[in-house]
């Protein structure tokens, strides 16, 4: 099982990026897909997990309406658009999947940082 990310980066507060993982290994139209994130000196937190039909199981209230997880089942790929980022988003974001939600498969992460 593999899951790549790819995307992350430098920005200043208020810009986008967006991440994008591809996933291998496994059947991923079978899993649940989105992604973490650990910012320094804190623990792993959910940032969002996504049904194979593209349903919202988790999505974290700090990051409602900024930023977008989808899934191209067809690619195997899994994104995440994040808009009027802030610099408490800074961390390492990773990739997940899972039977459930997003809990057994784990990408290496890359970093976000946001500038103030």
């Known amino acids: 099982v593999q899951l790549v990310e790819s995307g992350g980066g430098l920005v200043q507060a208020g810009g986008s990026l967006r991440l994008s993982c591809v996933a291998s290994?496994?059947?991923?139209?079978?899993?649940?897909v989105g992604w973490y994130r650990q910012a320094p000196g804190k623990e792993r937190e959910g940032v969002s997990c996504?049904?194979?039909?593209?349903?919202?199981?988790y999505n974290r209230d700090s990051v409602k309406g900024r930023f977008t997880t989808t899934r191209d089942n067809a690619k195997n790929t899994v994104d995440l658009q994040m808009n009027s980022l802030k610099p408490e988003d800074t961390g390492v974001y990773y990739c997940?999947?899972?039977?459930?939600?997003?809990?057994?498969?784990w990408g290496k992460g890359i970093l976000v940082t946001v500038s103030s």
């Open positions: 290994g496994f059947v991923f139209d079978d899993y649940t």
């Open positions: 997940a999947a899972g039977s459930i939600l997003c809990e057994d498969y």
């Open positions: 996504i049904s194979s039909g593209d349903e919202y199981l």
